[in-house]
């Protein structure tokens, strides 16, 4: 048990999980439990902004190794674009400048003075046109294609872009919503529209296969309303996930833009006939929300857990050391161990193993990796050295379930092993969502699934939501404003999968498939 | 001949080199025309902020790679620290706020609003605490390690951070001094003063060998002047290496804090006896600087020299095809080849190939690649498969000076090659620098060494400086400033490695060592 949860006992409560709150009492609370246990993050003095700790950071590490290797493979490669945008590029785009002008951080100055031995901006700095921190980049990476393309042969052009970036948000929460967000952002441009569509889905693909495969969350890929639709794109497809308080999560984004922001920053080429047209043009982009993501779909009451595949440290091994005169023995048979662990293979990259020999208890160290989500533990003392065997704990079943393997079956077996727990984690999410998501066919239903259930009193924490509805829409854009002011339940997606029509349970239209309503994140 | 010489040779100019203008005709020029034929970076519309492209961003991933691996080996964890920094923070440390509030990005408003059809900060979001954009991270990561440390156990904390940051500079220089540029900032706290001493000089260790190793680029290391020191920094110590215009770059600092900054921001801990003191913090910094000083260790009238370790593609297969007849054949060939080359391995990665099977001349892809400074390029054309070889280029020699060689003895000597191109730029680096050094014990003689000979006319370019002088230095601080107004020369570093005691011949007064004196950038 661990040391939280002792020392909750002595003022005889007793709980019995590491994070207190747990997910059925508060899951508000408890998503930041986890990550305060883990040591994912914190905020940070500046108003909407984190800090990202080295275990947080390392998660991201992860992420951004497996999404590049998956960009480069399909073509893309980095560059490097300005922080700073100016105001009139802003401009150019009118419905961009409408969603995105609202909430940034303006700067005006290039100078800081002293004025009565106070620190103030110069007002001889000031700027002839002011300066915005790039809410995503668009305009200022339109306007680079705008000089580099000239003809059909320049295209495509696929670029993608590692960066901060900044949006004022009011209300920020660690990983799912802050001021700066670390993310990437693809820019490409095309000479058709069929390709640029083509982009377009082939890297929301890219996204859901990541999302699955990497951080083991399936997803839900499909399109936007027109009320979701990022600002000045044709058309939005998005990744959507079911968090444990099953409200959607919107993991990852691929706007198709046609030719609104090449018209804007005049991204022009001459095509194989020789007339001058505008390129057509996408943008996609995921940021450390997908962090946010992995903890609230696998995270437990005990605390984080990591899918092997994303994990700073894939196996953690813990010496027991009773006696000081076994300790030289223990630690000489866990360097080996770690030494012989990190030579294999699992994802096609070494194992990432950590021998964690800070001198204090066995069961302290235990839950403490037990709260930071490693995917596996093992326990070392000197009778399992004797029986040449580890004693083995996996962060997929519950904390007291260990298992004796020898030695040589766990090194063998130990990307089997790993893989078993993505699996499992996938598995466990899958069905959780499966279970969590309902076909609605009428209008009262619907209305009773997602109204919240009463609180007893107002301090109460948010209860738990329904679940997702498949449920038919006519897609008229009013009548989803209704339903969001109703339930504060919008249309996540319009999924891509195939679907039969049906009717509208609110209108009586007829509708082409059923989309997916959640709340959401 | 490249495609601007061939076009220079119709208007009778004759050019013998891919790069107009040569070094030694107008370095500063060169250097620009140099990265433009590279296609490495552009500036962008925004003041003083560069684009880095595909090209020049791969160069910065391979030195993230590098160096990364290197703080990962000597126990540091990377993590993510705000963007911004309140002015209250920046006014903690005395000597740090004088040397960075002069030049930056100061965030005043967090809205736009459109006034009259014309889009201005909105004056209800103006924040009551402006902050700044960083110009360096010391005191928003000291808020934090101030949060974190609480007793000796928690250190050495061991953190290093991979950021942009932005320093409002008037005279911007493509990657040499830009208002935005990329770089990793390296902070520690210790807590003993040795420890700190030793992070520090360990740090400026691993930076001189990455600066060898990795760039082949040969440096001094050794410690600043109080003049030059950072703002704040009990010591500064830093690489210098030479350029071809024979001035100084600064390639890395290392900063010995002392308590300043734990100080400043409240950074104590609980010592093993139970007092509560200050720990002893360090800083250490490199940036995309360094791609510059690559750029001018190497590069030659013809373009850009790409070390092999830094080398975005290391290998470039250029299929000859003369009758369409032979392209699938000799292409299919070229694939076959860099799959085998992909497959070998070169300093601990898999080697880096390309077969570049655009539909243009041979000899205009030859230019292309020797500009851009691909260490090895091979042509490969039917005769070359009848004979189961290649013809080999390397960047190290002439354009023209190419060999034949069997295809089974460049692949098995692949690794050796590309490690003998390695040697043979760090040793004419070395060589060069060894033949601009001079030591030199008279005043007359080092005033006469540093004057710039005279121009012809005022518009002619800045001609090439003299070099290096070792001379001994008293350490006053006033004759260096003298120094620096007269000739525009500095100290350098005062060098780490061993020297001799002897006088100052500005003064006349006894000197620890001889320090090295140049223009610097």
Redesign the interface.
């Known amino acids: 048990m661990s040391s939280s949860a002792v020392s909750n006992e002595k003022h005889n409560e007793k709980p019995k999980t590491a994070i207190v709150p747990t997910r059925a009492d508060n899951y508000p609370e408890w998503y930041l439990k986890v990550i305060d246990a883990a040591d994912l993050a ?1 905020n ?3 108003r909407g ?6 275990w ?3 998660l ?2 992860n992420i951004q190794r497996g999404l590049d290797a998956m960009f480069k493979a399909t073509g893309h ?11 009139s ?3 150019k785009e009118a419905a961009h ?1 409408e969603g995105f ?14 004025v009565d031995g106070k ?3 110069d007002p001889k ?1 000031k700027l002839e046109e ?4 790039r809410p995503t980049s668009e305009t ?1 990476i339109g ?2 294609f705008a ?1 580099w393309v000239k003809s059909y042969r320049d295209l495509p052009l696929l ?1 993608n872009q590692w ?2 970036v ?1 949006r ?1 948000e009011m209300r920020t929460r660690l990983f799912l919503r802050t001021a ?1 967000f ?1 993310w990437q952002e693809g820019h490409t441009a095309h000479a058709t529209s069929e390709e640029a569509v083509e982009e377009t889905m082939k890297m929301l693909g890219v996204y859901a296969e990541f999302a699955e495969q990497w951080m083991a969350m399936p997803v839900i890929q499909g399109e936007k309303t027109a009320g979701e639709r990022f600002p000045g794109a044709v058309q939005t497809f998005c990744i959507e996930a079911m968090m444990q308080d099953r409200k959607a999560l919107q993991a990852g984004t691929s706007h198709f833009l046609g030719q609104n922001f090449a018209k804007a920053s005049g991204i022009e080429f001459q095509d194989d006939k020789g007339a001058l047209v505008h390129a057509w043009t996408t943008s996609w982009g995921v940021s450390t929300r997908l962090i946010g993501g992995m903890i609230m779909t696998h995270s437990d009451d005990d605390g984080l857990i990591c899918p092997p595949r994303l994990a700073p440290e894939q196996i953690v091994i813990i010496p027991v050391i009773q006696k000081p005169e076994d300790r030289d023995r223990v630690l000489t048979y866990c360097k080996a161990l770690e030494k012989e662990l990190e030579a294999t293979i699992y994802a096609g990259s070494p194992v990432r193993v950590h021998v964690d020999a800070r001198d204090m208890r066995g069961g302290d160290k235990a839950w403490q990796w037990i709260k930071k989500g490693a995917p596996i533990r093992l326990e070392v003392g000197p009778r399992d050295i004797d029986n040449d065997s580890v004693f083995m704990g996996r962060r997929d079943k519950g904390p007291k379930e260990k298992t004796g393997v020898t030695r040589a079956a766990f090194v063998a077996g130990v990307a089997t092993t790993l893989q078993e727990i993505q699996d499992a984690l996938f598995a466990r999410a899958l069905a959780f969502r499966d279970q969590h998501t309902k076909q609605i066919d009428t209008k009262e239903e619907f209305y009773a699934y997602f109204a919240d259930p009463p609180k007893k009193k107002q301090s109460d924490p948010t209860p738990i939501h329904a679940g997702f509805a498949l449920t038919h829409f006519n897609g008229d854009p009013a009548l989803e404003t209704k339903i969001k002011e109703d339930l504060k339940v919008t249309v996540r997606c319009i999924p891509l999968a195939p679907g039969e029509p049906g009717t509208c349970p609110f209108t009586g239209q007829p509708s082409a498939k059923r989309v997916v309503w959640a709340k959401s994140y």
Chains 1, 2 share one sequence.
């Open positions: 914190e940070s003095d500046v902004c984190m800090v990202i700790k080295p947080g950071y390392a991201w590490e490669v980095n560059a490097y674009f300005p922080l700073f945008i100016p105001l590029f802003l401009e400048v002008a609202k909430e940034c951080a303006v700067v005006t100055h290039s100078r800081l003075i002293t620190l103030v901006p700095s002011p300066l915005i921190v200022i306007a680079s000089k670029i960066a901060n900044v004022w700066e670390l």
